[in-house]
């Protein structure tokens, strides 16, 4: 069974990656860890700081150093969870893409082959609702998912 891993960098899916190591060691499966950098974060982070402290002559630069710094912790996040994974002698890769996140994991989802998607029940902002990616999602990517809390 090839097992997807939702990824966003927050302790909910970290949660989610370690209950898919758990399912594929008993189904002698392969779990690929699929994070997802949206450029409009970034932006909106950028021009957040921009207004909050008047300095809006370097926007783009701003810019260029969160998204390098995002990606810089979605790589530190994803490293953990492989680490972890050899020490239980489970397949796992993992895949960084660029784009809006609920057309990359829709068209990852129905097109990988994947037996079962797994994703944290909340987001980086542990809101205490079930995150709109789930509500996005649910109906329209055909493997089951699975929500870990």
Known sequence: MKILVLIDGSKWSQKAALHAIEVAKQKNGEVVLFSVLDIKEAKAMAFNFCTQSGI???????????????????????????????????????????????????????????????????GKSGKARIGALIEDIGGVIRPPLLIVR
């Open 56 to 122: 809006c002559d370097r926007l783009q630069d701003y810019e260029g150093r969160i998204w390098a710094d995002m990606r810089k912790s979605t790589e530190g996040d994803i490293a953990g969870i492989l680490s972890r994974s050899r020490e239980e002698n489970i397949r796992c890769s993992s895949k960084i893409v660029e784009g809006r996140v609920r057309e990359e994991v829709v068209s990852e989802a129905n097109s990988g082959g994947y037996g079962l998607v797994v994703m944290g029940a909340f």
